[in-house]
């Protein structure tokens, strides 16, 4: 019973005890005064696509509900008796920043201290006014009216600004607060996704918008979108609201026009998205600035709704993250003509003008010169300006080659002496100290499990997958035999397994002095004892240690000379048992999907592959048992937190695999919901993760994480998903910006961080490796080539550089693995168990598919070529897979 008591801590805290703390903010909203006004009359409108509801003495939105489906509200209004007071904002409400003369910037906002504000007589299109003087200091030196009206049938808002004073001023700052439904307190998973909307940004002046969509995935999307002066410059954070931020509550934001007064003060330490500006309003000018809200039939026809709402769309193949031996496609649709490019840094990228499309689509080829961040601003013959936010990035080899030395090297943990038995290992590494991190209150974060302690070693093991190195694996052969078996993960019987939750523990009484430093604040829950490190009852922990084992089958099985010490199918067995033992060890959480869950079904499949009958048949009946419990529910996801995107990657691909297709369709429109695709490479292809800072980083709050593990890992069923429906690029496009934001944060010397921070004032990695792991197993088993055709873009590649050649078209690949290929015309999935493809050429007319193959090496003296449909070649089958000799030079195979 004591592990079972320790079982439900880390749920109870981080669910229980974040929940009651928020609570007590909640309660403390409830206990101030009402000054919205919502105890009098509300104003009802109705437009084509809305009923737009305003609180009369404020005018802010209380409701906006689509006309076809009002029974959903796409703002917070059932909170809105709770959220009625001073300081917390609704849609409606503006901040800003001015300044006159040589003064400082001065804040005003219409939400600091509520007052009834005075209605303007309407006509025509405008449906409801109002002069905001009422609820802004007196000393603003501008009037503020707000009007919402129609044009061609769509809701605006939009303010009108008049500087009052006499003398010119500046403005610095004007952000429109964006106030959704993203409030999942209190809620069961059925009602948040029936109810809470999530909100993706498009940071990107004229041409940026903002999504707002049900975490179902299902219904009609929100666009907001700019009409009048309202370039989407910066996207900030909201933190002075009220509303208790947590692990339900992610925060709000607003729509940044000018950003210029923060970028000079809090943001100054942060290089923008975008370069910030300020507006010089003279003495009695006026100035419109307007949005507009506009409904999407769903989330996969949101490009086609800004084609018809002409905002200007750009397409990058095979994303925003581009390697720098790539040549990156860029397709530019807009009414206009582009008039010029600038790029900053200098030189970062190239942009050159290629042939249009058939359909008239301008058409341009994008390659990476410089590593890092690169912004490329275009602007058009009609006065409108368009940004995208590139990441360059070495070439995917390199990365992964850089990633694989610094794990081995700097995060390399070798003390004899070290009380906690972490020898040798890959250990938790700080990059602003250059340290690595042996101790912290956070027990799993120097303990080597955990998702935040596991990850440096599961990414060093995964590594090995996709670019294997004698000299890394002798070492990590080491850390399997000794660490990983018998410290982390131990027996208690037969078949008996157990994973700990932390080899790190804190019992001063218990170690010799020194061994915790002063410096550290232990006094908390997350500095687990002796007896709490060892519990066996967390779930999460099982599947980074199969995956460990799972990897150094496949490398002992598939090549020659790399892994001695153990037999391959001692690994398949632990990798085997490790599964059942998380099912029969730590049950309350296994219900659940796990991240890196996919592995046990790669683990499964192996065992089929190998006839180990009685284990496959054992573990194949366990996991149906728990996809049957997936089926049962609406929304299968969640977790040790209320709301989760980490288990969708398990339940889509168990619930795929047995043929559970309305709960894989399910997961896969939930993880739209949270996934989306962008002219941005923080935000394209990047799930919602925004409460792992506090686990995992060393910069520790809520705040939406880019290119946290989610990315990778939900890249997994979105891209399995393409490959059963290689008609849809709206899938590819989404799954391999995940794929690729996966690796974007590996820095330069091949450190892997625990994500990007995205508020404005940092724009940069956090300096903890963290949990980091769980996102490179997502791109390693997943790194594959795609190569397709799309009727306005034409001959597209993922993961590779392609050619054309009349009926020709070849593809050369360039991921690190260089394993995998998906000709999506012919639904063909090549795969390698061993060996690596250099090019794939495909004749369109005849119908023929060669092959190239790279040459052997001295561990890797044969390929293992795997086909998903019937094939035959002039070689042997070996355990389903065609060996096929290398040879000192590549070889080309006819399909």
Known sequence: MKNLKYRFSLVLFLTTVISIQAQGYWSKLEDKKPTLGIADVYQKFNTPNFQLKLVKASQTVAGLKPIKNLNFDFTPSDRLEIRDKDGLYHLGDINLRIKEGNSDWKSFSTADKRAAVTAIETSGSVIAGADLTNTLPSDIPVTIKRYYETDNDQLVMRFEITNKSENNIEIGALGIPMIFNNILEGKSLNETHAQNVFFDPYIGLDAGYLEVKRLSGRGSALLVLPKENMPFEAYRPLLDDPTPRSIVFEGFHEWMVYSKAYAENEWKEANQWNEPTSLILKINETKNFSLKFVLSEGIE????????????????????????????????????????????????????????????????????????????????????????????????????????????????????????????????????????????????????????????????????????????????????????????????????????????????????????????????????????????????????????????????????????????????????????????????????????????????????????????????????????????????????????????????????????HRKANVTLNAILAYMPTMPHWAYNGNARRYWDFLYGGKLSRVERQIHHYGSSLNAIPVLKQYRNRPNNLYLLKVGYGGLLGGISNITEDGFGPAAFHSYPTELRIDYLSGDYGSGFYGYAVNTATYLTKEDDLGWLAFGGNITTKGDVVEVELTTAAKSKVFIAPKKLWLTLDAGTFKKVTYNTKTDVIEITLNSKNEFTPNAYLRINNDVELPYTKVRGAFEIPLQKKSIQIIL
């Open 301 to 660: 026809d949101i490009q086609k709704t800004l084609e018809k709402e002409e905002q200007p769309i750009a397409t990058s193949i095979p994303g925003y993250v581009i390697p720098l031996d790539i040549t990156s496609q860029l397709f530019l649709n807009y009414k206009s003509d582009v008039s010029s490019f600038a790029i900053e840094p200098k030189g970062s990228i190239q942009i050159k003008e290629a042939e249009k499309t058939d359909k008239g689509i301008k058409k341009y080829t994008v390659h990476g010169k410089k590593w890092g961040r690169s912004r490329l601003t275009i602007n058009y013959k009609n006065g409108v300006t368009q940004t995208i936010n590139y990441k360059i990035i070495k070439s995917e080899s390199e990365v992964v080659k850089d990633f694989g030395h610094f794990l081995t090297t700097e995060q390399w943990f070798d003390e004899p002496n070290d009380p906690f038995h972490r020898n040798p290992s890959v250990i938790s590494y700080d990059y602003e100290t250059k340290k690595q991190v042996t101790k912290d209150s956070r027990s799993w974060i120097s303990g080597l499990s955990d998702e935040g302690g596991a990850g440096g070693w599961l990414a060093a093991i995964m590594k090995q997958l996709i670019q294997p190195d004698k000299e890394e694996i002798k070492k990590l052969q080491q850390f399997v035999d000794s660490t990983l078996w018998g410290v982390i993960q131990y027996k208690e019987g037969k078949n008996k397994y157990g994973v700990k939750k932390s080899v790190f523990y804190y019992e001063p009484d218990s170690l010799p002095k020194g061994t915790y430093s002063d410096d550290i604040k232990y006094k908390s829950w997350t500095a687990w004892n002796h007896e709490h490190a060892n519990d066996p009852g967390r779930s999460y922990n099982y599947p980074h240690v199969a995956a460990a084992y799972w990897t150094m089958y496949r490398l002992a099985r598939y090549h020659e000379g790399l892994v001695d010490s153990k037999p391959w199918d001692w690994y398949l067995k632990q990798a085997y048992n490790t599964t059942i033992a998380m099912v029969e060890k730590a049950p309350y959480y296994a219900q659940f999907g796990q991240m890196e869950g996919s592995v046990f079904l790669f683990i499964l499949q192996d065992l089929q592959i190998e006839n180990f009958e009685d284990m496959a048949t054992d573990l194949e009946a366990r996991m149906k048992e728990r996809t049957d419990h997936w089926k049962a529910l609406d929304y299968p996801f969640g977790s040790e937190m209320p709301w989760d995107s980490t288990g969708q990657e398990e339940v889509y691909m168990w619930s795929d695999y047995f043929g559970y």
